[in-house]
């Protein structure tokens, strides 16, 4: 599928998940802050009337938003650990921050880097699709392939070609998601393939957006031997307990924290701190099942494996599991 085919048949995109359809921007502002974050939304001239369409799909790590506008719009928010992407159907989108960047029109995505605040001029007419992703999951697409400690300072492009190699993946994937999010009884909708849809579509937005994504990942040959990856491993099972660096991990290892980023990556298609945060959860789901700690409360069997904060606890549990650390003990009579 090429960029081409994004065009939505008819109306907003996503259109059968529409959130706010309204005059007053207070309330699209409203329903856009709930979701990720404070926005605030004016007309761009005074005495506008505003008109907006809004939907939104939510998937685990990331919100697919469906914009339609009538009016010039300044949508703007303080910086963001997120990004974003903002992919046009008709009319643009400017990018206030720099007046020598040129607005983005149909055929390309707008990258919202993150760290930067977000002031935006939405066209007249203009008609988008906005891909935000949790921060966490920044983390962990990018981990494997970039290093953990490089994704501070990876440099974003401005924007996408979606007719280059790259930019054709982000619209195949951008595809996809359209039309499995439309059809109520598409394997998405259902929860079939949910994860690897979303997984497909922000790997690609994100490999796409880093400049120097060609130059990484050059060389297979140069992987670590599957000696490294055990050693790694058994560190990692005895002392699960303790806060793990991917330094130390590397250490164990006897390699590069790059090397360790790869040999993880394509042993278990995700990185070293995802992984260790996977095996946590793991051992702290066994004791929820198990009888012998029915008299241990949740909060304290998450503290035992490091997790000190029960709202990000909570949210990683149901992102592995499905469900709420409750919901488990309950189910099995603890």
Known sequence: MDSAQLQPGSGIPLGKHIIVAARDLTIAQRAVSREIGSHRFTCATAGDEADVRLSCVRLPRSRIFGVQLGSNIVASSSPFTSLQFVVPFSGYVACL???HEQPVRPGAALVLRP??????LWAEHCMALVVWIDDQAIDDLMTPVFGYSRIAEMRFRPSIDLASALGRSVADALGVVMHECENPASLLNRGVTTRAVEDLLLSSLVYAAVEDAHAVGASPGALPCGAHLRRAT?????HLQDDITVEQLAAAAGVSLRKLQYEFARQFG???ITMIRREKLRRVRAMLISPGAQDE???????TWGFFDAKYFTKMYVREFGERPSDTRRRHGN
């Open 234 to 238: 058994q560190f990692i099972s005895e």
């Open 115 to 120: 760290g930067e605040p977000v002031n935006l």
């Open 297 to 303: 409360t949740i909060g304290d069997i998450a503290a």
């Open 270 to 272: 995700a990185g070293p």
């Open 97 to 99: 921050r720099n007046r």
